[in-house]
Structures are given as structure tokens and as C-alpha cells.
């Protein structure tokens, strides 16, 4: 990058680097760390987690997707908004754990079910946890180091030769952990909402030159439109049956996952607790419908741009560059971070990249790998025959699809043949590199190529400091978060007593500390195989195959029962796991292992009769270095079997119905905010209950409420959906209509409404919630109490009004407060005496 860029770059980081300094000061107990002290307005809280819950990996993630299906399959999303909105309008599952007054998920579990289902809870979600999050540095610094045209390694002391995106790894997860530990959530809000302020402008910036620079109808849309051979378009979403990723069965498996799991991923947990009340929680994520403004255009058209650019005719000579530099980088880089010696592979491919022409080496590893492609071929065939079926007879292809398909082959040819070369290689070598790996890396670094060569200067260090911005937000979040589960809900229950405030907040940012380590070293050896929102799904399956029922009948359903949630998570962890092992060592070993046993043809006619009931948008067919059930897939079996245990197993379980008044701080039980009126439904209150609108709404918070509902449900599902789907039903559109309508809905809506006036909106009610916050944290006082301890099903600092309103004594929580009295007298003596010395 040019100097200028880099200065770009610096600059905003220093601000958030200097405001974060000054919020250290603000944290004075366990809460404050956990939650923010629990009194941030709706807008810092809008701001602040969706800048913190936009990572860089999940760019690099949607970058990924758009590039492999285009926009069209994103149109059947809107099935969800019905359901989503009513959800998000009246705060489902959101409000009632805010009103538990829970800063973890772990605790709220100790509440609702017993203290070993939170140790045993706690212990799946920090692994799943932190197994997700620990590719999110090297994802984030291998795009940087792409996009920044950084070399693969660097040399220090003239001794050592270092990747260098292990080196941009160790820079932005200390910084992380230096944020973290400052001041917990207290400091991270406060730099994730000045970064989501700061990006505002910078969004419009990097939108109005790509609309300037790029036509939507002549460089971006053609090669969408045209160059897509049927059954697989990227504009028209009733021509998507043989999109095999990301497809109809993607998004609704992701539509039954946003209701099933609601709330269950933790990874930005500390925003789940930090409003000053449920009715403030409730209204920022609202809110969180309009704040996403110009970021969600600018993905989008990043995305399309990088494809149109790599793709369309305009463009041919610099893509066909980027891509042979792109083939080549990704070899150097999958062969330095394997650490396997791999004798003269990239310099023979190098040289092909070059000259088109294959070393005599090269061209005995692609044959090792045809050989072996052609013998997995055969076993099928053979069994096929055994199995007494037919051999599948393949669709009819027309000429002209035919040709579009050579084409796009042909643009991937150069990566085709570096993964034969690297399979055939590891066959004659018996050493294991991934040619997976190396597909995965050159998918996910097509776009940060592309976009080094299509910004200019300036543009270029606008866009390299949001995608800054991205990572440290994201780091500090996930850092915070499992971090504090593994200290909030193992540790701390497993102690089973209370430690001081002092010992507390130190042992939280050790272990914070230690998870940024286990990060580092995690993203250094692991390889990546799969599409990063896959892997997203098969590690999220840990913690998320079964933790939705126990979360969301938990805060619903009185009879729900430990033992339901114990088969539930179970259930969906073991799935989870298994997923994993088979994809990680599908490849190196259980492939090898079936052909080896002859099975192959075997295995391959189960998976193509199981799945072919669901066929074309579930296909499960064997492949040498690919396990054929994708991560979505298991995903979505393990939340369908977990649920249907929890509701048998508690049915059969449950002998008293939970008390859920006290759980959320009901009637007697109340402590903070406005009473909630409960009124009853009449036909003329019927429709404003179904939104969410209750007694607690001041006038600003209905208009709020009635355009989301308008917005999402008026114009989101009915006109831009149901509308169109209707349509093309009885006529359906020209191909070329398609383009005209992504326009509207991503470029025109998303920039000149939505765009502009929440760029605004938000800057000025995320300044003004974040003066407000500092305020309420100079005065507010703090209990030693509110810690995350749970006696009796009860909230330590819950105790004394419990006790009092249900005329109980909770004889192990005086004993908890003894030993702390004791603890703290003991540390004040020590400190007194170190004074004196």
C-alpha cells in the first residue's frame, strides 16, 4: 500500500486507542468487566454489537458466498422475516434473559436447571467457542496480508523466516488482549461504538466510488447474467437447483437455526447484559435493523464488483494476472505454513504460471492424482453393479451451457492444477499437505486480491481501516466473551465459593489472555478444508446442535428440565464432534482407509440413495478429499434430533414447574425498569401486541417499532418477496429484469434510504448514548455480590430479596458472604503490609 494509505489507516486507530485508555478508570467490580455496569442506552448498545458482531472473517465469509452463488439464493431469506421480525419486535428470548439479570449464558443455566448442567454447559460452549473463533486471526491476517501485498514471509535477525501472517496474528490479538484487560466490556464498548461511528462515513466513501467507477449494468451485471449456465444463475433465484453450497436448503436450515438456537452463539454475550434495563435491550436490537446502512451495500458490491472484475470480459487481462498471482501466492503459502519439505513443486509451478508448460514432475503428480480419481470412479461403478442399480444417468446439458462451464473451468483451471499437483505430490511422497487447503485459501483471497488492484490510493486506506476496525472489534469481543465463560461458568462453579473482586477481574484477564494464545498457535498450524461459514457450522454444532431448546424453552417453558437439557447438548455435541473428525481427516485418512478396505463404492451408493429423495439441493457423492455431507447439512440433523429429546425427556422428567417469576425479576420479584403493564387481547390491541408494542413504549419508541414493521414486513417480505415471487409465478420475469431489480433493492434503497439517513441517525445517537453511559458508570455503585455466583437457584446478589419477599433463609449464601468478608479482610492485610514494607 502506498504511504498515504498506511497513514489513513493509523490515525482512527490511535483515536479509539486513546478513548479506550481513558474507560479503564470506570471499571470497579466484576459486573462492570462482565457487562458494562449494565447501564448502556439502546443506541451504544445498536452500534457497538454490530460493529462487534461484523468481523473481518465474517467479511472474508460473504465474500465468499457472494462469489460463489451470486445474490441469487439470498432472496429466499426474506421466508424468515415474518417470524424474524415479530421476534426481534417484541424482544423474544432477548428480553426475558436481560431480565434474569444474567451476565453469562452459564449462569442464567444455573438459575433455570442446577449447577452441573452450567459446569458441563460451560465446558462445551468454551470449547465450541473457542475452536470457532481461533481461525478468526488468521483469516483476518492472511486477507491483510493479501490485500496489502505483503510478502509470505519475513526473516528476522537474519535467522529466522517467519510467515508473516503469524507476525500480523501476535500484533492485533496483543492489541486485543492490551483492550481487553484494560477494561472489560466497559472499554470494549467503547471502542467498538467509536469504530462503528467512524466507519459511517467511510462506508459512503468506499460506496459512492465503486457506483462512479463501476457500472452496475455493463461491467457488473453481465458477467452474472450472462456467463452462468443454467441451474446455476447468480441474479434469477428461480434458477438456483443446482447450487450445491449455498443453496435453498443453506437458507433454511439458516431460518430454522435463527429460531431454534435464538440467542444461543455467545460470542458477543457481554452486549446481551449490557442495557440498563430489558425494554433498553429489546429496543437496541431493533434498532440493529437500520444500523447496518451502507456496510451491508458495501459488501454486497465489493463482492460483485471482485466477481464481475475476475469474470467479465471487461476486465480479462488484469484478472487473468490477478488470478496466476493469486495461484501462485497460495502455493507458497499452503507449502510454508504445512512446515513440509516439498522439494521443487512451487518452483515448477511457478514456472507454469509463467510458460504454461508442466515440469516432468508436475506432469507425474496430476497423473498420480487422474489415476487415483479414475480407480474411486471405478469402485463406484463396480458397486453400483453389485448393488444391482443403474448407473445415475446425468441431466441433458445444452451446447451453450456447456460452453459456459468450460469457460468458468477454464478460469479455474490454474488452481485445479495446483491442487492435482499437490494431491499427486502427497500420493508419491506419502507426506500430508493439503490440496485442499490450498483450494480454500485461493477461494478466500480471490476478492482481497481483486480489490488491491480495483482501489485506488486513499480509497484503498479507507477500506484497509474498516477491515482493521473488523478485526480488533471482533477479537476483543470473542476474547472477552469466551474468556469470561470459561472463568463465569467452569471455574467459578467448580470453586464453589466466591473469590474477591481483585482475584476475580485478575483471573479473568489471564485466562482472556490465555484463549488469545491458544488463538495464536491454533490459526499457526491448523488448515482450513472447508468454506469458513461451514466451518462456522460444524464448530458452532459443539455449543448450538443442542443449546437452542435448553435457552429457548428454558426461558419459556416451565417444565423444561436439567435432564432434557442434558440429553439435548449431548446429543448435539457428539454429532458436532463426529462431523469434525470426518472432515478434518477425511482426506488423509478415513478416504484412504475405505479404499484400502475396498468400501469406497460402497459408501458412495449409501450417501447417493440416502440423499437422493432431497435431490438436486441435498447431493452426497463421494470424493477423495471432500467428506460429502456438508457441515449445514449436520447441522441441521443434530438441532432436529436435540429438540425432540428435550421435549420428551422433560415431559417425562418434570415434577414441579420452575419458579419463573423469580427467575426473571417478576411481581414481587421486580427490581429495575418500569412495571410492565399486562393487559389483556382484544381485537384492538391483538395486532400491536404481535409487534411488540406494550406499556413500556414512549411515542419515539412506537415509530421506531411501526417502521421496522413497515420497512421489514411492507416492504422487505410483501412487496420485494411475496410480490415478486407472486409474479414470476404467473410470468416470470427476463433474465435481464433481474439485474434491474438488485439495483433497486441493494443499491437504491440500501444507499439513498436506509444508507444516508442511518449514517446520520446513528452517529448522533451513538455519541449522545455513549456521554450518557460514562455518567451513569461515575455514579453507580458497586455490589461485591454481582459477581455470577448462583445459591439455590438464586443470583448472590439476589439473595437478600429473595430472602425477604419469600420469607426464606438461603443458609449457603451467608456462608459464601463470610468466606468472601474473610478473603477480603485477609487482602486488605496483606496490602497493608506490603505498604509498610
Not at 477494561?183 to 467509536?194: H, K, L, P, W
Not at 500430508?432 to 483471497?445: A, C, L, N, P, V
Not at 482450513?528 to 437452542?548: E, K, N, P, S, Y
Not at 413497515?710 to 439485474?739: E, R
Amino acid at each position: 500500500m502506498h504511504p498515504i494509505d498506511w497513514l489513513i489507516v493509523l490515525c482512527p486507530l490511535v483515536l479509539v486507542a486513546w478513548i479506550g485508555l481513558r474507560t479503564q478508570k470506570y471499571v470497579k467490580g466484576v459486573s462492570d468487566f462482565l457487562s458494562a455496569g449494565r447501564v448502556a442506552g439502546r443506541y451504544v448498545v445498536a452500534v457497538a454489537g454490530g460493529e462487534a458482531a461484523m468481523g473481518l472473517i465474517s467479511l472474508v465469509a460473504i465474500f465468499e458466498m457472494y462469489y460463489k452463488s451470486g445474490l441469487a439464493y439470498s432472496f429466499w431469506g426474506a421466508l424468515a422475516v415474518p417470524i424474524g421480525i415479530i421476534f426481534l419486535l417484541t424482544g423474544f428470548c432477548i428480553y426475558r434473559y436481560r431480565e434474569s439479570r444474567a451476565m453469562t449464558m452459564g449462569q442464567f443455566f444455573e438459575m433455570r436447571y442446577n449447577r452441573p448442567f452450567r459446569i458441563y454447559a460451560g465446558i462445551l460452549q468454551a470449547i465450541s467457542g473457542v475452536i470457532n473463533y481461533a481461525i478468526f486471526p488468521a483469516v483476518g491476517a492472511r486477507f491483510l496480508v493479501y490485500f496489502c501485498d505483503l510478502p509470505l514471509t519475513v526473516c528476522l535477525f537474519g535467522a529466522w523466516t517467519i510467515p508473516t501472517f503469524m507476525i500480523i496474528m501476535a500484533i492485533f490479538l496483543t492489541v486485543a488482549v492490551f483492550i481487553v484487560t484494560m477494561g472489560g466490556q466497559i472499554t470494549i464498548m467503547t471502542t467498538d461504538c467509536i469504530q462503528g461511528i467512524l466507519s459511517y462515513p467511510l462506508y459512503a466513501i468506499v460506496v459512492i466510488f465503486l457506483l462512479s467507477k463501476f457500472s452496475w449494468f455493463n461491467d457488473i451485471v453481465p458477467p452474472m447474467l450472462q456467463g452462468r449456465p443454467s441451474g446455476k444463475s447468480f441474479l434469477n433465484p428461480f434458477d438456483i437447483s443446482k447450487l450445491r453450497e449455498f443453496n435453498l436448503f443453506y437458507v433454511a436450515v439458516g431460518i430454522f437455526g435463527s429460531i431454534f438456537n435464538r440467542m444461543a452463539w455467545s460470542g458477543t454475550q457481554g452486549y446481551n447484559s449490557a442495557a440498563r434495563d430489558a425494554h433498553e435491550q429489546k429496543m437496541g436490537s431493533v434498532l440493529g435493523v437500520w444500523r447496518s446502512g451502507f456496510s451491508v451495500v458495501m459488501i454486497i458490491l465489493l463482492a460483485v464488483t471482485a466477481y464481475a472484475y475476475l469474470n467479465g470480459g471487461n476486465f480479462a487481462g488484469k484478472a487473468a494476472d490477478i488470478r496466476s498471482e493469486l495461484a501462485s501466492k497460495a502455493m507458497g503459502d499452503v507449502i510454508v505454513t504445512s512446515r513440509i519439505d516439498c522439494g521443487n513443486v512451487e518452483k515448477d509451478f511457478g514456472k507454469y504460471l509463467e510458460t504454461g508448460e508442466k515440469s516432468a514432475d508436475m506432469k507425474r503428480y496430476i497423473k498420480l492424482a487422474d489415476e487415483k480419481e479414475k480407480k474411486r470412479k471405478k469402485q463406484i461403478e463396480d458397486s453400483q453393479k453389485r448393488w444391482g442399480l443403474e448407473k445415475k444417468k446425468e441431466d441433458e446439458v445444452s451446447k451453450e451451457d456447456k460452453a459456459k462451464e468450460a469457460k468458468l473451468a477454464a478460469l479455474e483451471k490454474d488452481v485445479k492444477i495446483g491442487a492435482k499437483t499437490l494431491q499427486g505430490y502427497s500420493i508419491e511422497t506419502k507426506k500430508k499437505i493439503s490440496s485442499q487447503t490450498y483450494t480454500t485459501i485461493f477461494g478466500q483471497m480471490r476478492v482481497p486480491m481483486a480489490l488491491k488492484t480495483m482501489l485506488p490510493i486513499g480509497i484503498t486506506g479507507i477500506f484497509c481501516a474498516l477491515c482493521v476496525f473488523l478485526l480488533i472489534s471482533t477479537d476483543t469481543t470473542y476474547l472477552h466473551s469466551w474468556g469470561s465463560i470459561i472463568v463465569q461458568d467452569v471455574i467459578l462453579p467448580i470453586r464453589g465459593k466466591p473469590f474477591t473482586p481483585r482475584q476475580h477481574l485478575t483471573l479473568l484477564r489471564i485466562i482472556i489472555a490465555a484463549v488469545a494464545l491458544f488463538a495464536f498457535i491454533f490459526s499457526s498450524f491448523f488448515g482450513q478444508v472447508d468454506f469458513i461459514v461451514m466451518f462456522f457450522a460444524i464448530t458452532g454444532m459443539i455449543w448450538l446442535g443442542g443449546a437452542g431448546p435448553c435457552i429457548v424453552l428454558g426461558l419459556y417453558w416451565k417444565r423444561a428440565t436439567a435432564a432434557g437439557a442434558f440429553v439435548a447438548l449431548t446429543i448435539g455435541s457428539t454429532l458436532a464432534v463426529t462431523g469434525m473428525v470426518l472432515q478434518n481427516y477425511w482426506e488423509t485418512g478415513i478416504y484412504p482407509w475405505l479404499e484400502a478396505k475396498e468400501m469406497v463404492g460402497t459408501v458412495a451408493m449409501w450417501l447417493q440413495t440416502t440423499s437422493a429423495p432431497f435431490n438436486p439441493y441435498i447431493k452426497w457423492e463421494m470424493s477423495p478429499n471432500k467428506f460429502p455431507i456438508n457441515s449445514q447439512e449436520m447441522y441441521f440433523m443434530a438441532m432436529v434430533l436435540s429438540l425432540s429429546l428435550f421435549v420428551i425427556v422433560s415431559l417425562l422428567t418434570c415434577k414441579k414447574p420452575h419458579n419463573m417469576d423469580r427467575m426473571l425479576h417478576r411481581g414481587k420479584y421486580r427490581r429495575e425498569g418500569e412495571v410492565l403493564i399486562q393487559e389483556k387481547i382484544t381485537l384492538r390491541n391483538a395486532f400491536r401486541k404481535l409487534i411488540g408494542i406494550d406499556s413500556q413504549y414512549t411515542k419515539g419508541d412506537k415509530i421506531l417499532a411501526w417502521s421496522v414493521f413497515i420497512y421489514a414486513f411492507g416492504w422487505s417480505f410483501l412487496t420485494a418477496f411475496v410480490g415478486v415471487a407472486v409474479w414470476n409465478f404467473i410470468k416470470p420475469w427476463p433474465q435481464s429484469w433481474w439485474g434491474t431489480w438488485y439495483y433497486i433493492t441493494c443499491v437504491v434503497i440500501g444507499c439513498m434510504l436506509v444508507g444516508a439517513v442511518s449514517t446520520v441517525w446513528f452517529s448522533i445517537g451513538g455519541t449522545r448514548d455513549l456521554l450518557r453511559m460514562f455518567k451513569a458508570l461515575a455514579i453507580k455503585e458497586t455490589n461485591m455480590l454481582d459477581d455470577g455466583r448462583v445459591i439455590g437457584h438464586v443470583s448472590a446478589d439476589d439473595v437478600a430479596l429473595v430472602e425477604k419477599v419469600d420469607h426464606v433463609n438461603i443458609e449457603e449464601a451467608h456462608i459464601e458472604e463470610e468466606i468472601l468478608k474473610e478473603e477480603l479482610e485477609e487482602e486488605e492485610r496483606h496490602d497493608h503490609e506490603k505498604d509498610n514494607d
